[in-house]
């Protein structure tokens, strides 16, 4: 399978490369960004980022680095459910809203009628509405376990029907 390049009004949504991990590495290696994520460790090494960008080889097509002008910004990918971060320079700008969009349209044009699952810790409140711009609604919370934090947390499990995309996107 080939890796498809989604592109944006602004934004370039690329596979990741090796060139990447440093970067990633600056980026990621931020609590307030790893928090609110369930497996990435606080704090990141270079090390972390090469073995995640290595083991992203079985995800082809599922994962994408999120560029402006070359440079990265954040990580999105569809694997198994819709998950995303943003470097904090580039937070509130729209960016999320906008790759987020790109992948669900992806993700529709690929998957027929499959739902997308995704879902937030409580107190997320930027990336639930990012989720809730798309059509996501809850379903569940969940218990669930943060590296960064260590602990256990509450997920809000979400969930977007092909029908509620296209009533809010078709
Ligand atoms: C959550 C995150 C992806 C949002 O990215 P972003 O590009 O800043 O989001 P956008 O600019 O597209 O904003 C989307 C909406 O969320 C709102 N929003 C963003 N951050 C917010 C916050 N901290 N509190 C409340 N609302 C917020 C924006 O106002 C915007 O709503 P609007 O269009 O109605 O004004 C980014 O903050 C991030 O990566 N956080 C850390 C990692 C993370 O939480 N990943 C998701 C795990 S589920």
Known sequence: MTHPVLCTQRLILRPLVAED????????????????????????????????????AKNEGHVWAITRDETLMGVIGDVRELGYWLGRPYWGHGYMKEAARAVTTHWYDTHASDPLISGHFLGNAGSRSVLQSLGFTDTHI??????????????????????????KHG
């Open 21 to 56: 991990a440093e970067a990633l590495t600056t980026l990621i290696d931020d609590y307030e960004v790893a928090k609110w994520l369930t497996v990435v460790p606080h704090p990141y090494t270079h090390a972390d980022a090469e073995w995640f960008i290595a083991d992203q």
């Open 142 to 167: 969940e218990p669930a376990h943060s590296k960064a934090q260590d602990k256990e947390v509450q997920l809000q499990r979400m969930r977007l029907t092909r029908a509620a995309w296209e009533a």
